[in-house]
């Protein structure tokens, strides 16, 4: 019985050394960095838009006030 309350202290004691141990006097956080700004893109407003059926396939021509980008 003495054993088991000698090994129960030791096991505690060591446990308290690890949380005081791992304990840091400063906090551990990190700054976002700032996002580069995105380049001004210019708002594209369409105007139109027009089927074209072929045999195989549907031709979608979109026309806008601004050259459209391509999603990629």
Do not use: D, H
Not at 9 to 36: D, F, N, R, S, Y
Not at 48 to 68: D, H, L, M, V
């Amino acid at each position: 019985m003495r054993r088991f309350q000698i090994f129960k202290m030791t096991v505690g004691v060591v446990l308290l050394l690890l949380i005081a141990g791992c304990a840091t006097k400063t906090a551990v956080t990190q700054t976002p960095k700032p996002e580069p700004s995105a380049p001004a893109v210019k708002v594209s407003t369409i105007q139109k838009i027009a089927f074209t059926e072929e045999e195989n396939y549907t031709r979608i021509q979109i026309e806008g006030s601004e050259p459209i980008a391509p999603i990629l």
